[in-house]
Antibody, heavy 121, light 111 residues
Framework: EVQLVESGGGLVQPGGSLRLSCTAS????????MNWVRQAPGKGLEWLSY????????KYGASVKGRVTVSRDNARNSLYLQVNSLRAEDTAVYYC??????????????WGQGTLVTVSS | QSALTQPPSASGSPGQSVTISCTGT?????????VSWYQQHPGKAPKLMIY???KRPSGVPDRFSGSQSGNTASLTVSGLQAEDEADYYC???????????FGTGTRVTVV
């Protein structure tokens, strides 16, 4: 089955860190550009990060730049997001999403189920 | 880069059509950047409905169509069905500050 499965979410104290993982299966992960998107409770979607298929080019959203690091391990079919200096406003469901190859702009055709990160003392 | 602007809500009766707008600036939607549209049901992950302005991924009904002109893109859902009731988000290239940017979201209600 073609799918993405996120993990690593949970309850973390303000100022803490978390490493989220996204494991791909059913397709050739190394062929795809990948993204992280989050959604705070009751709010809209917020794009966070983009990484090319090789990991050679990376982009971050302005709201998280400097606090997050995206990486991937194509041998393990895995995508990662390291989030540091967590704040209450980082509380959200974090999704990983795959891009359609050669698509102009975001064409996120496959999403994981999301992992919930709650920042609270 | 601010989120793209969408109306908070839209509604229609079964069988009718509803159109959702997505307004940006010359840095994003208006800068020859094709828009994508996503559907999200409560508690579910978003689903790609339209990409590159008007293309539909496999499995998306042709009741969903997209268009774009200037700083505004639109999603039209024709022949509304109960399962179309969901939140819809547009997205595009976000200019210098954000590689991608999403719209504020529109809740479509089938009345």
């Amino acid at each position: 089955e073609v799918q993405l499965v996120e993990s690593g979410g949970g309850l973390v104290q303000p100022g803490g860190s978390l490493r989220l993982s996204c494991t791909a299966s059913g397709f050739i992960f190394s062929n795809y550009e990948m993204n992280w998107v989050r959604q705070a409770p009751g709010k809209g979607l917020e794009w966070l990060s983009y990484i090319t298929s090789s990991g050679g080019s990376i982009k971050y959203g302005a709201s998280v730049k400097g606090r997050v690091t995206v990486s991937r391990d194509n041998a393990r079919n895995s995508l990662y997001l390291q989030v540091n200096s967590l704040r209450a406003e980082d509380t959200a469901v974090y999704y990983c999403a795959r891009e359609i190859p050669n698509c102009i702009n975001d064409c996120l055709d496959l999403w994981g189920q999301g992992t919930l990160v709650t920042v609270s003392s | 880069q601010s989120a793209l602007t969408q109306p908070p809500s839209a509604s229609g009766s079964p069988g009718q059509s509803v159109t959702i707008s997505c307004t940006g600036t010359s840095s994003d939607v208006g800068g020859y950047n094709p828009v994508s549209w996503y559907q999200q049901h409560p508690g579910k992950a978003p689903k790609l409905m339209i990409y590159e302005v008007s293309k539909r991924p496999s499995g998306v009904p042709d009741r969903f169509s997209g268009s774009q002109s200037g700083n505004t893109a639109s999603l039209t859902v024709s022949g509304l069905q109960a399962e179309d009731e969901a939140d819809y988000y547009c997205s595009s290239h976000g200019g210098s500050n954000n590689f991608y940017v999403f719209g504020t979201g529109t809740r479509v209600t089938v009345v």
